[in-house]
Structures are given as structure tokens and as C-alpha cells.
């Protein structure tokens, strides 16, 4: 029976055998294809090489699962602000400024660019650290946490730098001090003054404060004091930047309560050199060619005007240039005095010469009337180029001299009747001196020219000192 039970056995072993190296044989060969298969891949990728550790995990995947996991993003409501319920929690800034990159006066605001960092603490993000080392991230995490919601005040237009990523830097502590800075530029109001324009100095500030948080909920403080505010070596070209300083403040608004506000001052004086290129220094020149007419003749008469008129239109033409780079202010700036008194000198000295011109051809239309001239004579004769009558262009030698006659007795008896005296009830009448120099002036016209040769440089000259010394 025994004998009868191994026969069978060996006859089923014999009958499976090949079957069994059969299917052994065809799973090896895929097991073995399959892995040709991966490796030709791999090398395809990598250029020929194999890298073992692909076949592993991605190790950058399972730390941003630890570190989520270890600061327990998920645990908290990061909606709330840490310490919700209780006091205030206290943040910390400072400001490193890296430029200030434009300054308009026509739209009365300047543009910089700064590195703001806060400091605060915030328990939920606490993590266990054999190193006590800090972790740092990126904005991907700052979008998952609380972070202080600091915005600019008077702001225009601001914006985080985005190249090649967000300039945004979250660094946590194990403790849970965090550290979350930020690259900012921001175009902020910057009320001026010009009434001393362009010897003006401007007085600027950058106010932060927080939105939605007044001082019951988030306290705003200047992380070192004074030092909290730092500057790189800025040149502008307008502009000398004195003085940077920190200061602090508080805001109220009626529906809302009082919010902690930090401010950053900063003292701008402006270069005087280009104005004194661009503006001063042709307007004194406007003015000194308009002195030149005095010492032109005064028959000269479109030389003169032609003068007068060019430095008018040019005086024009400088106000008009600085006005359309100002803006449009309802009070006086320093150099719109400067500019309208050198317009008002410019013109006077074409007004003068409408006074000489009028006045000589008063004088002389007075001389041919006293000369007895006869009927045959041509005026026309001894009018020169201009129009005027001069009188030294006529021969008065061919004009029958005056006899005596009863109207020059009578004026040699009143010579003789002043000389002897006043009689009884009569009264003198004295000229005032004014009228008398008026009077000599006005009938020696050429006189008024060299009178201007000297009042008019020495007023200009006046009213210079009296500017510089009041703006400079």
C-alpha cells in the first residue's frame, strides 16, 4: 500500500514539473522587462545616469508636511489674532528705507522704496527644537497664518515687489516670536508749502497704522526706539535729505476708537543752483538788457521800442514756463515775486521811454510855436526820421528876429515891476519845488534818460538785497 502511494506521487510530480518552470520562467522575464523598462526611462531623463534616490520619497514634499504638522497650522483659527480676549498684543517695527525714487511737486507726493519688518508673538506657532533654531518661509505660508495688517496712511498706490517671487520673508522662532518682513514701495501725499519756492525746505512724512485694530487689540511701537528707522545713502536731484526720524502718535476716528500711528519724517531742502540756471539768472539778464535803451538815442525810435518789446515777451515767456511746472496755489511763491518785480522793472523802462518821446515832442512842438514861423515854411522839414520835432535841425537865422513891440514893453516893465518888489495888497505865489523839478524834467526830456541809467539799476540792485536776505 505504501509502495502503491509513492508511485502516485512521483507520477504527479513528474507530471507538474514543467509546468511549474514554465510559469517561473515567464514571470521572471516580466519582472525583468519591467525593469529595463523603468531604467531606460530614468536614463532618458537624466542624460544616461541613473539616480537611485528617484526611487525614493521627495524629501522636500514630507518636511513642508512636517513643518506644517509641527506648527500645528491646522490645530488654530488663525482668523483671531493671537492673545484674542486679552490685552493688546504688542508689535514691533522697523524700517530700513532703500530709495526715494521720485518727488513731484505738481501732484504733491513722493514715491519710496523700504524693507518693513514686524515683530510679534503668537504662542499657536511655538514648536519643540533640540538647535533652538528658527524656521524660515516664504508667502506661501504667510497666507495661512494671522500676520498684523500695517497699511500706509495717505497712501496713493503701493505695491509688494514680485521678482522672480514675493519679496515677503516669514521667520518663526520656537518660542513663537516671528518675524515677518516685506519689500514695499508706496507713493504717499506729502502736503507742501510753497510759499518759499524754490529756497523752500519741505517737511514730509510716511505715517503706518493698523486697518482694523485700534489700541485695545494691536500696540504699535518702534522696535529700537530711534535706531528702529535705518537709511541707505540716498542723492536725489532736487533735493538734500536731512534728517530721518522716527516718531509716534496716536489717531482717532468717531466710529472706530484711537489707533497707534508711527511716523517717518524725513526734512527735504531743495537745490537752488538749477533754478538759479533755469530761471534767476535770465531773468536778471531780461532785465539789464532793458537798461541798454537808456543809452540809445532817444530819436532811435524802433531801436528803442523794439527793445522794450523783445525783453516784455521774454519775461512772459519765463513765467509762463515756471507756472506750468508749479502747481496751480492760491498764494504768492517766492519766485513769482522775484519773476513779476523783474517784469514790472522791464517794463517801466518801456514806459519811460513813452515819457521821453512824449515829452520831447511836447518841447519842441513848444519851441516851433514860440518861433514865429512864416506861412511858406514846411513844417515837414524839421521833423526827423521818427516823427519828432527837433529843434536843432532848423534854421531859425532865416526868421526875421522879434522887434519891439507894446507885448514886450509890457514884459520888461513886469521883469522891472517883480524886481522893485511887491506893492501894497498884493501876494506872493511860490512854486513848489516838486512841481518845479517836474517842470524842468519834463522840459529837458533827455534828462529822464540819464536819471534811469542810475535809479533804475540802483532800485533793482535794492530790491536784490531785500529778496536774498529774506528767503536766502
Known amino acids: 500500500m505504501r509502495v502503491a502511494l509513492l508511485a502516485f506521487r512521483l507520477m504527479c510530480l513528474a507530471w507538474f514539473w514543467p509546468v511549474t518552470q514554465l510559469s517561473g520562467s515567464h514571470f521572471a522575464n516580466k519582472r525583468r522587462h519591467k525593469e529595463m523598462y523603468v531604467g531606460e ?60 525714487d521720485s518727488i513731484s511737486e505738481v501732484n504733491m507726493d513722493f514715491t519710496m522704496t523700504l524693507y518693513l519688518r514686524h515683530y510679534w508673538q503668537d504662542d499657536r506657532l511655538a514648536f519643540p527644537s533640540s538647535s533652538n533654531k528658527s524656521r524660515t518661509f516664504d508667502a506661501r505660508l504667510v497666507k495661512k497664518i494671522w500676520v498684523p495688517d500695517v497699511f500706509f496712511v495717505h497712501s496713493k498706490r503701493s505695491f509688494i515687489h514680485d521678482t522672480t517671487m514675493e519679496n515677503i520673508m516669514l521667520r518663526v522662532y520656537p518660542d513663537g516670536n516671528i518675524l515677518y518682513s516685506v519689500r514695499i514701495t508706496v507713493t504717499a501725499l506729502c502736503s507742501m508749502d510753497f510759499s518759499s519756492f524754490p529756497l523752500d525746505t519741505q517737511n514730509c ?20 526706539g530711534n535706531d528702529s528707522l535705518r537709511t541707505d545713502e540716498i542723492v536725489l536731484s532736487q533735493f538734500f535729505v536731512e534728517d530721518f526720524q522716527p516718531f509716534f502718535g496716536l489717531a482717532f476716528y468717531s466710529s472706530t476708537g484711537w489707533y497707534n500711528r508711527l511716523y ?67 498764494y504768492v511763491k517766492a519766485v513769482d515775486i522775484y519773476l513779476w518785480a523783474s517784469f514790472l522793472f522791464v517794463f517801466l523802462s518801456v514806459i519811460e521811454y513813452a515819457a521821453v518821446n512824449y515829452f520831447t515832442t511836447v518841447e519842441e512842438m513848444k519851441k516851433l510855436k514860440r518861433a514865429k514861423i512864416p506861412s511858406s515854411y514846411n513844417a515837414t522839414q524839421a521833423m526827423a526820421f521818427d516823427g519828432c520835432f527837433h529843434d536843432n ?53 533827455y534828462m529822464i534818460d540819464s536819471y534811469s541809467r542810475v535809479i533804475f539799476p540802483l532800485a533793482y540792485l535794492l530790491f536784490n538785497i531785500i529778496y536774498w536776505s529774506m528767503y536766502a
Open 41 to 100: 526611462n530614468t536614463k532618458q531623463k537624466h542624460g544616461g545616469r541613473v539616480d537611485l534616490k528617484m526611487k525614493k520619497m521627495d524629501s522636500t514634499k514630507s518636511m513642508l508636511i512636517k513643518s506644517e504638522q509641527l506648527l500645528r497650522i491646522e490645530d488654530h483659527d488663525f482668523a483671531m489674532r493671537p492673545g484674542f480676549g486679552g490685552s493688546a498684543i504688542p508689535v514691533g517695527i522697523d524700517v530700513q528705507v532703500e530709495s526715494i
Open 205 to 224: 512724512s510716511l505715517e503706518l497704522e493698523s486697518y482694523a485694530y485700534n489700541e485695545n487689540d494691536l500696540m504699535l511701537y518702534w522696535k529700537n
Open 264 to 330: 517717518i519724517n524725513f526734512i527735504l531742502r531743495r537745490h537752488i543752483f538749477f533754478f538759479m540756471l533755469q530761471t534767476y539768472f535770465p531773468t536778471m539778464l531780461m532785465v539789464m538788457l532793458s537798461w541798454v535803451s537808456f543809452w540809445i538815442d532817444r530819436r532811435a525810435v524802433p531801436a528803442r521800442v523794439s527793445l522794450g518789446i523783445t525783453t516784455v515777451l521774454t519775461m512772459s515767456t519765463i513765467i509762463t514756463g515756471v507756472s506750468a511746472s508749479m502747481p496751480q496755489v492760491s
Open 393 to 445: 535841425e532848423i534854421d531859425l537865422t532865416s526868421f526875421p528876429e522879434a522887434s519891439s513891440t507894446p507885448n514886450t514893453e509890457r514884459n520888461t516893465q513886469s521883469r522891472n515891476s517883480t524886481v522893485s518888489g511887491p506893492t501894497e495888497g498884493t501876494r506872493l505865489r511860490r512854486k513848489h519845488p516838486v512841481i518845479q523839478n517836474l517842470s524842468f524834467i519834463m522840459s529837458n526830456s
